[in-house]
């Protein structure tokens, strides 16, 4: 069964840095590429970086510069660290499978940027 | 970026009854590996997104025959045939052609 659990959310102030977590299970997880997507407070689902398996990365033009996704295949993590936080980025953060349509999601994890 | 537009934004339906979401895209979604890459995703009260259709009119495993996607280029649509309690949620399309990759605002299913 294929399984994404993030971590790493939580509470940060403004201009702060947070390094999400998403353990993937179930599958090869070196053979896929990963996403994050991300979902502001009773708002619409916004994509916000993708990694290819061969390591081609890409962001959305509202976190590039800050945020920087990578992965460990010997863990079977993705990770997302995110640098200089803003107020506009509160939101949850998903892990998803995929890069063209992501299949499968995690159950997300929560990040509040406030002072 | 693509902008992917949605209609309605929300649709209130009798249980039983037909259901459609319609999305557009600012360009082609066709891709140069000749690919359609519109996916639609479906996310329910508390949880997260689940992918109900990929590459236009494929169904993911799972998934009730009941939701069937179609279109070309720059104009699809999500066809619910009858709708169920557990069909209630916000719906979005998603295109996996350009980068960054962008989705639509969502169209929120009720039951009337």
């Known amino acids: 069964e294929v399984q994404l659990v993030e971590s790493g959310g939580g509470l940060v102030q403004p201009g702060g840095s947070l390094r999400l977590s998403c353990a993937a299970s179930?599958?090869?997880?070196?053979?896929?590429?990963m996403s994050w997507v991300r979902q502001a407070p009773g708002k619409g689902l916004e994509w916000v970086s993708g990694?290819?398996?061969?390591?081609?990365?890409y962001y959305a033009d509202s976190v590039k510069a800050r945020f920087t996704i990578s992965r460990d295949n010997s863990k079977n993590t993705l990770y997302l660290q995110m640098n200089s936080l803003r107020a506009e980025d509160t939101a949850i953060y998903y892990c998803?499978?995929?890069?063209?349509?992501?299949?499968?999601w995690g159950q997300g994890t929560l990040v509040t940027v406030s002072s | 970026d693509v902008v992917m537009t949605q209609s309605p934004l929300s649709l209130s339906v009798t249980l039983g009854q037909p259901a459609s979401i319609s999305c557009s895209s600012s360009?082609?979604?066709?891709?140069?590996?000749?690919?359609?890459?519109l996916n639609w995703f479906q996310q329910r009260p508390g949880q997260s997104p689940r992918r109900l259709i990929y590459?236009?009119?494929n169904r993911d495993s799972g998934v009730p025959d009941r939701f069937s996607g179609s279109g070309s280029g720059t104009d699809f649509t999500l066809k619910i045939s009858r709708v169920e309690a557990e069909d209630v949620g916000v719906y979005y399309c998603?295109?996996?052609?350009?980068?960054?990759?962008?989705f639509g605002h969502g169209t929120e299913v009720e039951i009337k």
């Open positions: 998803a499978r995929g890069i063209f349509g992501p299949d499968y």
């Open positions: 179930g599958f090869t997880f070196s053979n896929y590429a």
């Open positions: 990694l290819f398996d061969g390591g081609r990365t």
């Open positions: 360009q082609s979604l066709v891709h140069s590996d000749g690919n359609t890459y």
């Open positions: 590459k236009v009119s």
């Open positions: 998603m295109q996996g052609t350009h980068w960054p990759r962008t």
